[in-house]
């Protein structure tokens, strides 16, 4: 179950366990495609990322890896999920992160 305090879209609270985390992704999934021919891309996905950490996504080619950082970018919505970036909801592109396309 998530904390009460992540599931609204305000951002984990002051005192909150997640404060120390600067990029929160909570439950985001994606799926594209309606009904029986739906097809889930990325699986219901828990990222926690502190301020200076680095971290790599690894896997085979189309396991959702470009998705999971075009959702963080804001350039693509998650089908479910929230996901917040200092505190602040992601909600779209925004001038705090940058993309650098693999075409």
């Known amino acids: 179950m998530p904390d009460t305090a992540l599931s609204t879209h305000d951002g984990p609270s002051a005192g909150s366990r997640h404060d120390a985390s600067f990029l929160h992704l909570e439950g985001i999934s994606k799926s594209f495609g309606n009904g029986a021919d739906a097809v889930q891309i990325v699986a219901p996905t828990d990222v926690r990322i502190g301020r200076g950490q680095f971290v790599s996504l690894l896997g085979p080619s189309g396991c959702g890896k470009s ?15 929230l996901l917040w970036l200092d ?8 001038a705090d992160r940058g993309v650098v396309f693999q075409q």
């Open 87 to 94: 505190r602040r909801p992601i909600d779209g592109p925004g």
């Open 67 to 81: 998705t999971i950082l075009s959702i963080i970018a804001g350039l693509v919505e998650p089908s479910d999920g």
